[in-house]
């Protein structure tokens, strides 16, 4: 049965760092590609980043690059969003997701909230 569990949302001041993390089980990362997703109150989901392959190639929405930075532990069968530089506008609900055989799989979300 794939699940992903997002975890490591919290508030944190502008400027601050998070680490997201996207536990994954029923497939193994190194084969499906593994993205994240957010969704700020009253907008519509959009594409954070991705990382694909067994080379782990990298992709991020263009916005973002330079402060974000997607990586993965295949032992841990996890996936990481590491977030620096963090803004207001940066705040929304985290999804990671996999589509595995034609089907999509979502987290439940982790939520990110950056305010002073």
Same mark, same amino acid.
């Given at each position: 049965?794939?699940? *992903?569990?997002?975890?490591? =949302?919290?508030?944190?001041? /502008?400027?601050?760092? *998070?680490? *997201?993390? @996207? !536990?994954? %089980? =029923? $497939?193994?990362?190194?084969?499906?590609?593994?993205?994240?997703?957010?969704?700020? /109150?009253?907008?519509?989901?959009? $594409?954070?980043?991705?990382?694909?392959?067994?080379?782990?190639?990298?992709?991020?929405?263009?916005?973002?690059?330079?402060? $974000?930075?997607?990586?993965?532990?295949?032992?841990?069968?996890?996936?990481?969003?590491?977030?620096? %530089? *963090?803004? /207001?506008?940066?705040? !929304?609900?985290?999804? @990671?997701?996999?589509?595995?055989?034609?089907?999509?799989?979502? =987290?439940?979300?982790?939520?990110?909230?950056?305010?002073?």
């Amino acid at each position: 049965q794939v699940q *992903l569990v997002e975890s490591g =949302g919290g508030l944190v001041q /502008p400027g601050g760092s *998070l680490r *997201l993390s @996207c !536990a994954a %089980s =029923g $497939f193994t990362i190194r084969t499906y590609g593994v993205r994240w997703y957010r969704q700020a /109150p009253g907008k519509e989901r959009e $594409f954070v980043a991705s990382i694909i392959n067994a080379a782990g190639v990298t992709n991020y929405a263009e916005s973002l690059k330079g402060r $974000f930075t997607i990586s993965r532990d295949n032992a841990k069968n996890t996936v990481y969003l590491q977030m620096n %530089s *963090l803004k /207001p506008e940066d705040t !929304a609900v985290y999804y @990671c997701h996999v589509r595995v055989w034609s089907r999509d799989y979502w =987290g439940q979300g982790t939520q990110v909230t950056v305010s002073s």
